[in-house]
C-alpha cells in the first residue's frame, strides 16, 4: 500500500535548481535512508512533502487517514510546561476521546429509551478505542520511552523553558515515538544524542513496524536500520535496495560502467568525426562520410555528471602559546544552579581534548565559562598567554541575512572578493552557493561557511562543539585529516566516538564532575 506518491517534482531557489521532475513512492512499512551531500536538498525534500515548503512543480499525495510524525527542531515548546506534559500530548487524540465519552455519561440521565441505546454504543465504541490503545497505560508508556532517551536524567518535572538545544530535541523525539504515526520523518535525529541513546534509538527503529524516512551524516546508524536508499544527486532521487553499504558498492559500480561507456563513446565519436572530416569532400566516399554523420547526429551521447567540489581544509596555526592554555580554579559552572561539582582543570599546549558525557550535563556551559562567555556559578578560569582561539558554535544565535560572500568578506575585509571565492570553494562551496544568502542554505552548507571562517583566522587552540554536525561524509573526513594535522590544540565535544578517538589524545568524561543524577 502506497503511503505517499510524489509525481514530477521541481524545486530550486532563485536559480539554484534543487529538483528537477523527480518521483517518490513510500509504501506501508518500508525503512528509508534519505541520503546525498550537503545541498542535495534533503531537508527541502522533507519540507515540502509535510507542507512546509509549497514546490514549484509537481503534486505530493498523501493516502487518507494516513498520521505522520515530523521531527522538526524548530517546534516551539510552552513554558510553563513540564517534559511529563509535553510528552502526554502525544496522546492528546485520546484524552479528547474520554472528555467526548465522560461528556456522553453524564447525558445519559436525560435522554429516553432509544437515545440512551445509541449513547451506550457510542460510549462503547470509545471505551475500545481508548483500550486498544492502551490509554489507561500512557505513564507507564511515557516513563519507558523517557528512559530510553534519558529524559529520566534530569527529571520529568522539569520545565521545558530550562532544557538545553540537546535536550529540547530529545523531548521532540520523544513526543514523536510515543505518537506512534504510520510513517515517521526524522531529519538528523542522533545530532543531539549520546552515545547510550543513539544505540536505544538504532533498536527502537529496528523494531518499528510502520514506515520511517531517516536522514543521517551518521553512517553506521543509518546503515544498520534501513532497507532502502533514496539518493539525491544531481537534482535526480535514485532508488536502491537494501543499505547504506549495498548503496555504496551498486553506486560505485555504476560510476565505473558510466565512466567506461562514456570512454568508449568518446573513442567512437572521435573516430567518426575524423572519418567525415576526410572523406566528406572525396566524391567516391562522400555517401559513406553522410551515413557516418548522420549516425553521430542520431547518437545518444552519455553525459558524466560534473565532479561536486570536496572540500579541503587547513587551520592556519598562530604563534606558539604558553605552556598552559586554561587553569580553572574551583570552578563550578552553571546558570541559576550548580551543573558541577568544583573544578580545578588544566589544558596544556598540544593536547587535544574530547568532552564526552550525555546531554544537558554541562559540556557546552564548560567550553563557554572557559572562553568568558557566561559567568561561573563560583571559582575562575585562568586563560594562558598568547592565545588564538577559533570557537566553533554548536548552532549560532541568529542566521545571517547575508550572502555567504559578504559573511567572510565582512568578518576578513583584507582580502580581496577572489581570495574570499577561493576560500568558500576550498570548503566545498559552488559559486551558486557562494552567491546565496545563508538562510536558504542547508544546515551541512551553513556549517562548511562557519568553517572558512576558522580556517581564515591564526589560531593556536581550536574550540568546537559538535562541529560534525549536519556535515556530509567527505566534509566530515576532511575535517577529521585537517585537526588530524593541525599543530595547534584542540578542544572538542562530539556525540560520534568514530570521529574523535583517534584524534584526540586526551577525553575528559564530563559525567565524573556533573551535578545531575544518573
Known amino acids: 500500500m502506497s503511503l505517499l506518491t510524489v509525481s514530477n517534482l521541481s524545486h530550486g531557489f532563485g536559480d539554484r535548481a534543487i529538483f528537477e521532475d523527480v518521483s517518490f513512492r513510500l509504501l506501508a512499512g518500508e525503512h528509508i535512508g534519505l541520503i546525498g551531500a550537503n545541498g542535495e536538498g534533503k531537508s527541502t525534500f522533507m519540507n515540502i512533502i ?37 510528552l502526554r500530548t502525544a496522546f492528546q487524540y485520546l484524552y479528547d476521546i474520554e472528555e467526548e465519552m465522560n461528556g456522553l455519561f453524564g447525558k445519559m440521565g436525560e435522554v429516553g429509551p432509544e437515545d440512551l441505546e445509541k449513547l451506550l454504543e457510542d460510549t462503547g465504541r470509545m471505551q475500545d478505542a481508548l483500550t486498544n ?9 511515557v516513563e519507558e520511552i523517557a528512559n530510553g532517551l534519558g529524559l529520566d536524567e534530569f527529571g520529568l518535572e522539569t520545565d521545558v523553558h530550562e532544557l538545553s538545544g540537546g535536550q529540547r530535541t530529545k523531548v521532540l523525539l520523544a513526543k514523536l515515538l510515543l505518537e506512534k504515526p504510520d510513517i515517521l520523518l526524522l531529519d538528523e535525529p542522533t545530532n543531539y544524542l549520546d552515545v547510550e541513546h543513539i544505540e536505544w534509538l538504532r533498536n527502537y527503529l529496528l523494531n518499528y513496524d510502520h514506515a520511517f524516512i531517516l536522514i543521517s551524516h ?6 544498520s536500520v534501513v532497507t532502502l536508499i533514496y539518493h539525491m544527486e544531481n537534482q535526480q532521487v535514485t532508488r536502491y535496495p537494501g543499505g547504506y ?3 555504496l558498492r551498486v553506486y560505485d559500480m555504476r560510476k565505473q560502467q558510466l565512466a567506461s561507456a562514456h570512454k568508449k563513446q568518446q573513442k567512437e565519436i572521435a573516430n567518426l568525426k575524423d572519418f567525415v572530416a576526410r572523406n566528406k569532400a572525396n566524391a567516391a566516399t562522400s555517401k559513406m562520410a553522410t551515413s557516418r554523420q548522420k549516425k553521430l547526429d ?46 580545578n582543570l588544566a589544558m596544556e599546549r598540544g593536547q587535544k581534548l574530547a568532552l564526552s558525557g550525555a546531554n544537558g550535563i554541562g559540556k557546552t556551559t564548560l567550553l563557554r565559562s572557559i572562553l568568558g562567555e557566561i559567568k561561573p556559578v563560583s571559582g575562575s578560569v ?6 588564538h582561539i577559533g570557537y566553533f558554535e554548536q548552532e549560532p544565535s541568529e542566521v545571517s541575512q547575508k550572502t555567504c560572500l559578504d559573511e567572510i568578506w565582512d568578518e576578513f575585509p583584507h582580502l580581496t572578493q577572489q581570495e574570499v ?36 583566522k591564526e589560531t593556536n587552540l581550536l574550540v ?9 561524509r567527505d566534509a566530515k573526513d576532511e575535517l577529521k585529516r585537517a585537526l588530524t594535522d593541525y599543530k595547534g590544540s584542540v578542544l572538542l565535544i562530539s556525540h560520534e566516538p568514530d570521529f574523535y578517538q583517534d584524534l584526540v589524545t586526551d577525553i575528559w568524561n564530563c559525567e565524573d564532575w556533573t551535578t545531575m543524577v544518573f
Not at 585562568?382 to 592565545?387: D, K, N
Not at 545563508?438 to 562557519?450: I, M, N, Y
Open 464 to 472: 568546537l562543539d559538535e562541529p560534525t554536525n549536519h556535515l556530509d
Open 50 to 86: 509535510t507542507g512546509k515548503l509549497e514546490p514549484d512543480a509537481g503534486t505530493v499525495e498523501w493516502t487518507k487517514h494516513t498520521r505522520v510524525g515530523y521531527l522538526d527542531q524548530h517546534t516551539s515548546l510552552n513554558k510553563g510546561m513540564t517534559i511529563r506534559d509535553v
Open 421 to 456: 571565492r577561493s576560500s568558500l570553494a576550498k570548503c566545498g562551496l559552488t559559486r551558486k552557493h557562494i552567491e546565496s544568502k545563508l538562510k536558504v542554505l542547508s544546515g551541512g552548507e551553513k556549517a562548511k561557511v562557519r568553517l572558512c571562517k576558522l580556517i581564515n
Open 133 to 141: 490503545n492502551d490509554f489507561y497505560m500512557i505513564d507507564a508508556k
Open 245 to 247: 553499504d549495498e548503496f
Open 218 to 223: 551518521d553512517l553506521p546508524f543509518l546503515n
Open 298 to 343: 542520431k547518437m545518444d551521447v552519455i553525459e558524466l555528471d560534473a565532479e561536486k567540489p570536496k572540500p579541503h581544509f587547513r587551520f592556519k596555526e598562530a604563534r606558539t602559546s604558553g605552556k598552559y592554555l586554561f587553569e580553572t580554579n574551583e570552578l563550578i559552572i552553571g546558570y541559576d544552579e550548580p551543573l558541577s561539582r568544583a573544578l
Open 382 to 387: 585562568q586563560l594562558g598567554e598568547h592565545l
